[in-house]
């Protein structure tokens, strides 16, 4: 079994009908104000895409997406999403947005090789958003931006939730703060990529890192990511590397940092090849979203990911994710939540 983070003489403080009410407000509140936030324009996504197409998402490239036959098709394959980074730019062409504008939705996905605990599971459910922007909006200032924008909703929506439930106290701060992965490496050179994590979140309470994917004066990067979305290679100031990044927070009831959301601005042409190039995967340069891409059919992007499960956890002060989504998890950590005080649903 996966390990499991024991919360100190935890006790949680809405009941399972509160709770349910709560993840009702607070998705709808907070997708409402993303939309408004950013521009975005509701959009219906997909559960699964054909196989080949190079536009399923390959998270850190191990990954196995869930795959079966389409009798319809000749049993052509079809893969079950891990998120919707590419198909929501190849929307954005078919919809001909417009620079400042953009598109989200609901994106469910099965993960059937994630870790299990009480931030992961097999069913990730997050709000899939993108944007488009102009060749000179790609840089760290736009990026920045568009991450103050959405934790500004995050914020706007624990107050509610805390006026809601006068039992839930506020703990987010007001202001988010920047580094790059290169400087936090420098800050605590003897620790691991999520030790660095942990006490920079903890020191700030909410944190955006940038420069995610490429690697880092100690030869590794600070985290996975594929090489055809987020643009983890481009100059982004004072000789760093990287236009994407996640946000994570200092959680208290976990003692631990928890990332809600990565995003960035996605690779244009050059990006994509210098990255296929790093990640040795130029034969993905033939895929129909790359070819896409290279000719010059897809808008320029920022976008990314914010996990609906995982807001309402930390929103409604939840230490598993079972407690906020129906899942499956091992009878030995059912048991063992129990004992803690986290009923899983």
């Not at 106290?169 to 790059?180: A, N, Q, T, V």
């Not at 928890?258 to 690779?267: A, F, N, Q």
């Not at 090849?273 to 033939?286: A, D, F, M, Y």
Request: proline content about 4%; some cysteine.
């Amino acid at each position: 079994m996966s390990k499991i983070i024991r919360p100190i003489a935890y006790e949680t403080l809405l009941d399972m009908r509160q709770t349910e009410q709560g993840i009702k407000m607070i998705k709808e509140f907070f997708q409402q104000n993303l939309s408004t936030e950013l521009r975005l324009r509701r959009v219906t996504a997909p559960l699964f895409v054909l196989k080949g197409l190079g536009i399923n998402d390959d998270l850190n490239g191990v990954e196995r997406p869930v795959t079966f036959p389409i009798k319809d098709l000749g049993d052509e394959k079809a893969e079950v999403v891990h998120s919707l980074a590419k198909w929501k730019r190849l929307t954005l062409a078919e919809y001909k947005t417009e620079p400042g504008y953009g598109v989200y939705t609901d994106m469910n996905a099965i993960r059937a090789d994630e870790e299990l605990d009480n931030l992961h599971s097999l069913y990730v459910d997050q709000w899939d958003w993108e944007a488009v922007i102009t060749k000179d909006e790609r840089n760290i200032n736009t990026l920045k931006d568009f991450v103050r924008r959405i934790y500004a909703a995050i914020l706007r929506t624990e107050y509610l939730v805390c006026e809601r439930y006068c039992v839930l106290k506020p703990f987010l701060p007001r202001e988010i703060h920047f580094i790059h992965s290169e400087d936090l490496l420098a800050m605590y050179p003897d620790k691991s990529a999520k030790e660095r994590e942990d006490l920079i979140a903890k020191k700030y309470g909410a944190v955006f890192i940038i420069g995610i994917g490429g690697k880092l004066s100690n030869g590794e990067p600070h985290d996975g990511r594929a090489p055809d979305y987020d643009d983890w290679t481009s100059d982004c100031g004072d000789g760093k590397k990287g236009l994407n990044g996640d946000i994570l927070i200092w959680y208290p009831v976990l003692g631990r940092s928890v990332e809600l959301s990565s995003m960035g601005i996605r690779v244009d042409k050059e990006a994509l090849l210098r990255q296929l190039k790093i990640s040795g995967e130029e034969e993905r340069e033939k895929l129909y979203f790359h070819q896409q891409l290279l000719n010059d059919k897809l808008p320029l992007t920022i976008g990314g990911g914010i996990g609906q499960s995982r807001l309402c956890m930390v929103l409604l002060h939840k230490a598993h994710l079972g407690e906020i989504q129906a899942s499956i998890w091992p009878d030995a950590m059912r048991q063992e939540c129990e004992k803690m005080g986290m009923n899983l649903i």
